[in-house]
């Protein structure tokens, strides 16, 4: 499976981006899907997650209420809207697939990942 991550630059704090997630998986609604951001000399990090089975939606506390994770199983993509942006929003984003599996918070737990696209805001 291979995962296209884009969306990503340079905002400035209170605004918002949209990242989307391209999958090449013929069976991406078997996927549970993953957002992670790691930004410089920290560990990569669980940001949000949607179920494969039933849409279920999960968030990490620090971007509860910003945040909200989709998904279009017609179209293999899943997207990362990102509203009220902070400057420690930035980072690297990334997103990962879990075959079958609960979503997890953690990473190891993915079995595949996108290539992040750089998310940098301002303050």
């Known amino acids: 499976v291979q995962l296209q991550a884009s969306g990503g630059g340079l905002v400035q704090a209170g605004g918002s981006l949209r990242l989307s997630c391209a999958a090449s998986?013929?069976?991406?609604?078997?996927?549970?899907m993953g957002w992670f951001r790691q930004a410089p000399g920290k560990e990569r990090e669980f940001v949000a997650g949607?179920?494969?089975?039933?849409?279920?939606?999960y968030y990490a506390d620090s971007v509860k209420g910003r945040f909200t994770i989709s998904r279009d199983n017609a179209k293999n993509t899943v997207c990362l809207q990102m509203n009220s942006l902070k400057p420690e929003d930035t980072a690297n984003y990334y997103c990962?697939?879990?075959?079958?599996?609960?979503?997890?918070?953690?990473?190891?737990?993915?079995?595949?990942w996108g290539q992040g696209t750089q998310v940098t805001v301002s303050s």
């Open positions: 998986a013929r069976t991406f609604s078997s996927y549970a």
């Open positions: 990962a697939a879990r075959y079958r599996g609960a979503v997890s918070h953690n990473k190891l737990t993915y079995d595949f």
């Open positions: 949607i179920s494969w089975s039933d849409g279920s939606t």
